[in-house]
């Protein structure tokens, strides 16, 4: 006995050592909010109180409302709580792409790790807690067409031919190259080329370029434009002016290119220039469109999935509801046709005629569902009916032998049957004690009388 628990005491031991391993997972993120566009540093970190006997893969981090860039990982040791950790930080730079609340999702992280005093690695699957950042809309008064948030920018401005000798048909590219760091290329702003009279303008499609490193990352943008020159004269093309915000030092910067005046000379030769401008419209046209969303019957892949969903849903749901639905849609019929309330309608519809054999045999077929014990409608109408009922009922017999010269009256008789009808099931309601199922209309929520 005593040999058994000195066994079970070290199994315990053994297991709390086991139990120690200790594995841990977090998101960081240098900012808690930011605008749309500014590079938010976020570290994924995992460690363990042991080692990983394999590489540590957090896979592809995709952040619903924001452009997520990888840069590198590194090998680390933490002090946590008294006890040393070996891990690996991610870091990554997320841009958000829309006001708001960006959320990091929870991330599943599998890895493997021995326990303390081990050596083969054991598989684990550790999650991180989500992260919110709060994503500011671009500030009054700036144009979000015109809105770049980078840690600098430069412009260089370029022209094919020089801007000194220009005639009437002449046609100069304008070339603007920006580079910009610490974004990716898709957050630079298209350059917006103002209407200038006498000048027809055809932009060209713009060159986008992002570079990354291990420890940074910077991009730039070509944009280009054939301008035309169709009338003689002084032209002057407008500054274009590049605002950026410097996440940095937390300041706006504005980059400007000065206007410029150019003076067009005339051009004997103005047979040319339609020319010209239906080759400059060709060319134009013939650019391919930017790169749109795949789309299907003009939803995107994660709507369409998701209606798609609902739809065999409900069509699920429709396929085991509708046979249930079905047999008590013909349970509650069957219940009517055989209950009182149903006969009594087809007694009315009868009322009508002038068959007294068909009145006879619907007041017959009523009687039995109102009270199979009552023998016959003398009796029923002797005891709820009036004079006038009575009459009326001596009259329809007659009429039906082909006796007697009373007149039976089917408006009167349908009348006073309704309230010998309305007396009978009063009184009935009032003595019984059956339940609702048991009533003489039990698919009627309410008992009329």
């Not at 280009?224 to 910067?253: C, D, H, M, S, T």
């Not at 509708?322 to 149903?342: D, F, N, T, V």
Request: net charge positive.
């Amino acid at each position: 006995m005593v040999k058994r628990i000195k066994i079970l005491c070290f199994l315990f031991v053994l297991g709390c050592g086991v139990s120690a391993q200790n594995l841990i997972s977090y998101v960081t993120v240098n900012h808690d909010e930011a605008y749309i566009g500014q590079p938010i540093q976020m570290t994924v970190s995992v460690y363990t109180s042991t080692w990983f006997t394999s590489g540590v893969d957090v896979g592809n981090i995709q952040i619903e409302g924001a452009l997520t860039v990888y840069f590198r990982s590194l090998s680390n040791r933490k002090t946590i709580s008294g006890k040393d950790y070996a891990g690996v930080d991610f870091i990554y730079n997320v841009f958000p792409t829309q006001e708001g609340t960006l959320t990091i999702q929870p991330l599943s992280i599998d890895v493997e790790s021995p326990a303390p005093g081990g050596y083969k690695g054991i598989k684990h699957t550790i999650h991180t807690k989500p992260k919110t950042i709060t994503v500011k809309p671009v500030p009054l008064g700036y144009n979000p067409n015109n809105w770049l948030v980078s840690g600098n920018l430069t412009i260089n401005e370029h022209w094919s031919t020089d801007t000194k000798n220009v005639k009437v048909g002449d046609v100069l590219q304008r070339t603007i190259t920006r580079s910009a760091a610490g974004t990716t290329g898709e957050f630079i702003p298209a350059v917006i080329w103002d209407s200038i009279p006498g000048v027809s303008i055809y932009p060209k499609r713009p060159g986008v370029n992002t570079n990354k490193t291990k420890t940074s990352i910077s991009s730039s943008r070509t944009d280009a434009a054939n301008y035309l020159f169709e009338k003689e004269g002084e032209v002057v093309l407008p500054r274009i002016e590049f605002v950026f915000w410097n996440y940095n030092n937390r300041q706006f910067y504005k980059k400007v290119i000065d206007s410029l005046r150019i003076e067009v000379a005339p051009n004997p030769d103005l047979k040319m220039l339609a020319g010209i401008k239906k080759q400059l419209e060709a060319e134009n046209s013939a650019i391919p469109e930017e790169d749109k969303p795949f789309l299907i019957f003009g939803l995107t892949i994660k709507r369409f999935i998701e209606l798609l969903l609902l739809g065999l849903l409900t069509l699920y749901v429709l396929y085991k509801l509708l046979p249930w639905g079905i047999k008590k849609i013909k349970h509650h019929k069957a219940m009517y046709r055989a209950s009182e309330g149903y006969a009594f309608k087809q007694l009315e519809r009868v009322l009508v005629q002038s068959d007294s054999f068909k009145i006879l045999y619907a007041l017959k077929v009523w009687l039995i569902k109102l009270n199979p014990e009552i023998p016959n409608m003398g009796t029923f109408i002797s005891v709820y009916g009036s004079d006038v009922l009575k009459n009326n009922f001596l009259a329809l017999e007659q009429q039906a032998l082909g006796k007697g010269s009373a007149t039976f009256n089917s408006n009167t008789f349908k009348s006073e049957l309704k309230q010998a009808r309305a007396r009978y099931l009063k009184k009935e309601h009032l003595n019984s004690t059956t339940s609702k199922s048991e009533w003489l209309n039990p698919i009627s929520d309410t008992r009329k009388y």
